[in-house]
């Protein structure tokens, strides 16, 4: 049977970055073992669930390049399924209407706290078949059955059937819960392997006993590590942006995918292709432990594919309009790609108080002559990097540093008291941008206050 895996967010928010990870996890499952890939809307929440978070969802994962294959499923396209396998639920005397209010409920709650038992719901409606309304539970007999299951992750996970209660799986027949839909829709998509976070662990012998119920076969379970802050605690909105959009104007997909990959698995190298990763992948050698979202090292990851990508790339990802030799300075130099912008001097004159072309000590007046000399130098020059290190070099060696020549010649062409090399600006800017801006440091230093 070829493998399938899907993954199943609800349209109730932007693409979290852990959906994130479990895409490109359930996709490199897929990819390695010549399998499909699908995407299925948990659409249930009628109430939270919005289009525009749908179609969010869809641009997340074309922007990673995990587009799904065939068509999108959803959840509020099977009410009927649901309806008819819960009504044969209840037929059979596997599930039933359970009429306990909620004050009920939560006096047994109490109860078994104070006996220190587990909190789960026993009904003793389970065998009247007279009530017609009121929450669907599962019958789930008070056995030592214990419900075993191979996590490819994690190894051999067991449950006490006994400790799950008789748990609701509709509210009623037109209203499934998350845990019979779940079942209903993985099996009638053939889905092969359920890969999804740890969060879900809790509920996949729930799932089991459902898929039990309905006579189904069980899928393979893997459950993935979550995404953790630096603090170890689980990511969260207040550790920073969480949503796979977010991360759009900063950084490369294919960078935050290499990234998404890596924290929580060990490849043979810290960047490499999704090519690569699908041939390394073994689903088996996911780590256990929660992968930590360390966003300096996506900076650094970051950097490595901003360095790789050419200057047509670059600029068509930035809408900049630079030189060539402009953009080998910049993207030498970024980890973010909104971070461009400091690097302005490089398509638009700096604006800059005069005083920061003074170098150290020394008075307005030298370092007007300083930058005339210079001017004169750059004036006449075939412009070229040689000539260039040898003139701007012969004039320090005669005012005795580099300090006094390239200081003002750094403010004078960027704004900025940390640049580039100013030789590296001046061939990014071209000979003719150069000379206007050592005139214009020049001017401004001629100024009277
Ligand atoms: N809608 C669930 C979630 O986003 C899907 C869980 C599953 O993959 O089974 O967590």
């Known amino acids: 049977m070829s493998v399938k895996v899907r993954i199943a967010p609800s ?19 897929a990819r390695k073992n010549g399998g499909t890939f699908q995407l299925r809307i948990e659409d249930t929440d009628r109430e939270r669930s919005t289009k525009e978070y749908e179609q969010s969802i869809f641009d997340a994962l074309a922007w990673l390049g995990l587009t799904p294959d065939g068509e999108i499923s959803r959840q509020s396209e099977h009410a009927g399924q649901y309806r008819s396998a819960l009504e044969e639920l209840l037929a059979e005397g596997k599930a039933f209407y359970c009429r306990h209010t909620q004050e009920e409920l939560e006096a047994e709650r109490k109860n ?21 309304s009121g929450i669907i539970r599962l019958a789930v007999k008070e056995d030592d059955r214990i419900i075993k299951f191979d996590d490819i992750i994690r190894g051999p996970i067991e449950f006490q059937a006994s400790l799950l209660g008789d748990f609701s799986i509709a509210k009623s027949l037109d209203e499934a819960l998350y845990n019979f839909a779940v079942v209903m829709d993985d099996a009638d998509m053939r889905i092969t392997h359920v890969i999804r976070g740890e969060d879900h662990i809790s509920n996949t012998p729930k799932q089991i006993l459902i898929y039990e119920a309905l006579g189904l076969p069980i899928p393979h379970f893997a459950h993935l590590p979550l995404i953790l802050a630096s603090d170890r605690s689980k990511l969260s ?10 991360y759009k104007k900063d950084y490369l997909p294919e960078a935050l995918s290499n990234f998404l990959g890596s924290i929580g698995y060990t490849f043979s190298k810290e960047i490499l292709t999704k090519e690569e990763m699908i041939s390394e992948f073994d689903l088996s050698k996911v780590h256990k432990s929660g992968a930590v979202f360390d966003v300096k090292k996506l900076n650094w ?21 630079v030189s060539d030799e402009a953009v080998l300075l910049i993207t030498e130099r970024l980890e973010k790609l909104s971070d461009a912008s400091e690097f302005s001097y490089l398509w638009s004159e700096p604006e800059y108080p005069k005083e920061l072309l003074l170098w150290k000590t020394s008075s307005s007046e030298e370092v007007k002559q300083s930058l005339e000399k210079s001017l004169k130098f750059l004036e006449p020059l075939e ?46 800017i071209g000979k003719e941008e150069t000379i206007k801006r050592v005139q214009k440091a020049v001017n401004q230093l001629d100024e009277q206050d």
């Open 112 to 132: 078994q706290e104070s006996k220190k038992e587990p909190p789960r719901h026993l009904c003793d409606h389970k065998n009247s078949r007279e009530e017609e």
């Open 11 to 29: 349209p109730t928010g932007f693409l979290h970055v852990g959906t994130g990870q479990s895409a490109l996890y359930n996709w490199l499952f």
């Open 237 to 246: 909105k207040r550790h920073g942006a969480v949503a796979v959009v977010d």
């Open 301 to 321: 990851i970051n950097a490595q594919y901003i360095r790789r990508l050419s200057a047509s790339e670059f600029k068509g990802l930035t809408g900049l309009k």
């Open 383 to 428: 412009w070229g990097r040689e000539a260039m290190v040898a003139g701007l070099g012969h004039l320090s060696n005669e005012a005795g540093g580099k300090g006094p020549v390239f200081w003002p010649l750094r403010v004078a062409l960027s704004g900025k008291d940390k640049s580039p090399d100013p030789i590296d600006i001046a061939l990014a």
